[in-house]
């Protein structure tokens, strides 16, 4: 039986290569010849890295191709140049992030599926919690974001350096409508605690964030944790924390999740 319960989808995310343009109508042929025919990586030991060489392996297209692996803050140094050259560049890409925000970028096709399906960031509560705090249950239940959201606002931490909850009390501040549509009709609390957990990456900070702070604004005393995601399920199972915006369905954390 299981310990926890889902709620609704925030948002999509994907993950694949990324073509840049170079501003010119030129045959696929030469093109490639200008990119030497190699897809700029990640990090050697990365997942999607292996998914690339598993790509170009599929495609009779990416055949002669070759995956050049560095770092992920490499692969935006090599985007950001060839953009301001107006040289084309094949990357590794995947979204929410904002490079999309900031350059325009195209998904290359994967009629495959080598990549896999489009995913989305669920809200996943631990059994109970929608009977003993019922008003936190809607206002997590309400939350919705889109990609293109959460690309711009990540566009702005990058360019102001501002950490996640900067970021997220920044969007608080500017979007007070929308959270009122989240809490509209929701009984205040009256300092009853509540645990949020969330992945350590800068996409799930920053919607965690803005739940801790929508939380605290409804009377909620609120704690948010960055954890593994394994010892996130975990913790969401046994009923060590209450909540988490963060996991990835059906793929990334779809082995977890079942577990």
């Not at 999607?48 to 560095?70: D, P």
């Not at 608080?172 to 609390?189: C, H, L, R, Y």
Request: glycine fraction near 6%; charged fraction near 20%; charge should be negative.
């Amino acid at each position: 039986m299981f310990n926890w319960k889902q709620l609704g989808v925030i948002m999509g995310l994907s993950l694949s290569f990324v073509i840049a343009g170079c501003g010119q109508e030129e045959e696929p042929q030469s093109v490639g010849e200008e990119m030497d025919y190699t897809i700029t990586g990640l990090e050697p030991g990365a997942g999607q890295t292996e998914l690339n060489n598993q790509a170009i392996a599929e495609y009779e297209s990416l055949s002669g191709w070759q995956q050049e692996t560095s770092s992920t803050g490499a692969m935006l140094s090599a985007l950001d140049k060839a953009i301001s050259n107006q040289e084309p560049i094949t990357v590794t890409a995947w979204s929410p992030h904002y490079k999309f925000a900031k350059w325009d970028l195209k998904y290359l096709e994967d009629p495959e599926d080598i990549f896999g399906e489009e995913q989305h960031a669920a809200t996943v509560v631990r059994k109970g919690l929608e009977e003993e705090l019922p008003n936190a249950y809607t206002i997590l239940d309400r939350f919705h974001w889109e990609v293109s959201d959460i690309e711009s606002a990540l566009l702005i931490a990058h360019e102001e350096e501002l950490e996640m909850s900067e970021l997220a009390q920044q969007w608080v501040d500017e979007n007070q409508d929308t959270i009122t549509t989240w809490t509209e009709g929701v009984d205040p609390a009256d300092g009853s605690s509540i645990e949020l957990v969330s992945t350590p990456w800068d996409s799930e900070l920053f919607t965690a964030n803005i739940a801790k702070l929508v939380l605290e604004q409804q009377g909620f005393n609120v704690t948010l944790t960055s954890i593994d995601p394994a010892v996130l399920f975990e913790s969401i199972s046994t009923g060590d924390a209450d909540a988490s915006l963060s996991p990835w369905l059906p793929s990334t954390h779809g082995a977890l999740y079942e577990e």
